[in-house]
């Protein structure tokens, strides 16, 4: 009688599915991520999902209060704004602002920060002297102050906003890439590759730095949230992107005066703001835990 | 000890000097000419236009006007205010008391919560108080304050009635500063009703600016007792039969205390990004405020010393912590 039982071999899981299991055990990680998926896809098709275009005004109803409201109308789910845009429509078009905000900052500060960082853990040096400097100068600089700084060197506007942001966050990539060259430029494997004749370029991009993507993933997740407040500070002081955009900081800075008269107008942005960047600092601390190794248990 | 302060100085004077660079650079930086920048709408006189051209020292080389400058920031002359004609440094010294206040109040409320939070959620691994003070930390730090602010005045002012809208002091309490803490003046003439007054007026601004470092000081308290209560000398404690408040008390939170002494130095500049919008919001009469207004005035002499001044004060401050870290911490001195 031969023995009838399979022998169950379990292949190692893969790199991702080995990501997925350590990211899953942290369920606010998951809801995080549901959140920010669900927030893209309002963006992607915020006008196809928003009731109005976000700059039509109802003029018989300025100031309506939200439906659940003494003086709501089903027509204006969450109310309308002092010159009576429909404030739910006004949102779901600002998350298409605060996502493109956070991609562009992330982007920008990502790819400079990377290139600076990489050149002066290389080449070390008088480089690296240099590039580090101007770093610590950047960061001695409290990060809102030092963009309002810039911003109103380069004018108001959301372009300039995003442009100084990325200035401001840049230097954590640069510091984060340069330890993480510096660790890995002399083992063995970048020897070799160095022996086998690879050249500067390809010795930093394609041998050393797939090396150092964990850490610079979750800081950019970070920098993401980040760039979507700070970006909304700027606008809420006037700075940033500039009414009529529905932008959340720009509307919370038009809708000051009424706080106390239409609490509103005041209470969704802000409440939008929140959701968002807690929504992406949940999958931050998630893609931590996964990816960080010491923390990783067994 | 000495060696370590002078060496941590050494280290940080290329940045001070960048800093200057950086001041300097920026009236240079603003698009078209400077004076007619701050000069704004309203245009200039040609003989006005002169007699700044020649005060800012605009005529001079760049390499002479930035020694002069920096000559000028070493003898505490910061130049002449566009907007109200006063020197710079004056208008900080009656300003910057009020942030200190705020700031300290802030960080005092982040302090006194923020680490026995942490502490207690870290003991409770995985419990409900765990999971609840976690959750509102992460909320805390991922808070608009401007937004906070505005919530917070809407619910205990507006709604509750509870609190003043803005402000310092009430406007019939006129205290001549002495030490220009509202709280400490009003004590200091024994006008009790001023010190309620001013304190009530402290509650909401505080408030607001303690939240993103109260989150932060909190998380990080949670994560290095975490790490310090796995040690063995814990586990040692532990056998050895002492009561778990002393094992938690002196045993874990003493050495869990040098990164979170780390954290709450690095919350300072937090703590100044978050006075401008928190300054904003309550009408609090601090160099936050001072700033966003020179700013919306084109008051670029006054911008171009705030940036200076406060990003020395922060750099101070975090020389002290380092210092202090290396009090706690004799590993660090030796190295």
């Known amino acids: 009688m031969t023995d009838s039982r399979t022998i169950v071999t379990r292949r190692p899981p893969s790199a991702l599915g080995e990501f997925w299991h350590y990211f899953a055990m942290n369920k606010g990680a998951v809801v995080g991520l549901v959140v920010f998926v669900l927030l893209v896809i309002v963006a992607l098709f915020a006008p196809w999902i928003a009731p109005y275009s976000p700059d039509q005004q109802f003029r018989d109803s300025l100031l309506t209060p939200p439906v659940w409201e003494a003086g709501g109308k089903a027509a204006f789910l969450l109310g309308t704004d002092p010159v009576g845009r429909d404030m739910l429509s006004r949102l779901i078009h600002g998350s298409r602002y605060s996502l493109f905000i956070g991609l562009v900052v992330v982007v920008l500060s990502l790819f400079s920060g990377i290139i600076l960082g990489a050149l002066a853990g290389y080449f070390r040096g008088w480089v690296d002297a240099l590039i580090m400097r101007v770093m610590d100068i950047i960061l001695a600089f409290p990060s809102l102050l030092l963009a309002l700084v810039l911003v109103s060197i380069l004018g108001p506007g959301l372009f300039n906003a995003m442009l100084a942001i990325a200035v401001v966050l840049q230097p954590h990539f640069a510091r984060l890439t340069r330890a993480a060259v510096m660790a890995e430029k002399n083992r063995e494997y970048v020897t070799s590759a160095k022996m086998a004749g690879a050249g500067h370029i390809r010795l930093i991009l394609v041998t050393i730095l797939p090396n150092c993507v964990g850490p610079l993933i979750v800081q950019a997740t970070l920098s993401f949230s980040n760039a979507i407040l700070e970006a909304a500070a700027l606008g809420f002081l006037g700075l940033g992107a500039q009414p009529p955009t529905p932008e959340w900081g720009t509307m919370l800075a038009t809708a000051r005066e009424f706080i106390l008269r239409a609490p509103w107008v005041v209470t969704f942005p802000g409440l939008a703001i929140l959701i968002t960047v807690l929504a992406i600092n949940l999958v931050g601390d998630g893609l931590r835990d996964a990816l960080d190794p010491k923390l990783k248990r067994s | ?335």
Request: proline share 5%.
């Open chain 2, 1 to 335: 000890m000495l060696r370590y302060i002078l060496q941590k100085l050494a280290l940080i004077v290329p940045t001070v000097i960048g800093i200057t660079i950086a001041a300097f650079a920026f009236i240079r930086l603003l698009p078209g000419d400077p004076i007619l920048a701050m000069a704004g709408q309203h245009g200039i006189t040609p003989e006005r236009y002169e007699i700044l051209k020649e005060q800012f020292g605009f005529n001079l080389p760049i390499w002479q006007q930035y020694f002069n400058y920096v000559g000028g920031v070493l003898h505490g002359d910061f130049g002449i205010s566009v907007a109200t004609k006063r020197p710079v440094m004056t208008e900080f010294l009656t300003l910057f008391p009020a942030t200190v206040e705020l700031a300290t109040v802030a960080m005092i409320l982040a302090i006194a919560l923020g680490i026995p939070a942490g502490i207690f959620a870290a003991v409770k691994r995985g419990s409900w108080f765990d999971q609840v003070t976690m959750g509102v930390a992460l909320t805390g730090y991922s808070m608009p304050i401007f937004w906070w602010g505005l919530l917070l005045i809407i619910f205990f002012s507006g709604y509750l009635g509870w609190t003043p809208v803005s402000g310092r002091i009430a406007l019939n309490f006129f205290l001549k500063p002495i030490t220009g803490f509202m709280t400490i003046d009003s004590l200091l003439y024994g006008n009790w009703p001023a010190f309620v007054s001013s304190l009530r007026y402290l509650i909401l601004p505080s408030i607001a600016l303690a939240t993103i470092p109260l989150a932060v000081i909190a998380r990080q308290t949670r994560s290095a007792m975490l790490e310090v209560l796995g040690e063995e000398y814990v586990r040692t404690a532990r056998a050895k039969g002492l009561s778990p408040r002393r094992v938690v008390g002196l045993h874990a939170f003493r050495n869990a205390l040098i990164p979170v002494v780390t954290t709450i130095g690095l919350q300072v500049g937090t703590l100044m990004a978050g006075a401008i919008l928190t300054e904003t919001i309550f009408s609090w009469p601090g160099i936050g405020k001072w700033m966003i207004d020179s700013i919306s005035k084109r008051d670029y002499v006054v911008v171009q010393s705030g940036l200076l001044l406060i990003a020395l004060i922060v750099m101070a401050v975090n020389l002290i912590v380092d210092v202090l870290y290396a009090v706690i911490n004799p590993r660090i001195r030796v190295q």
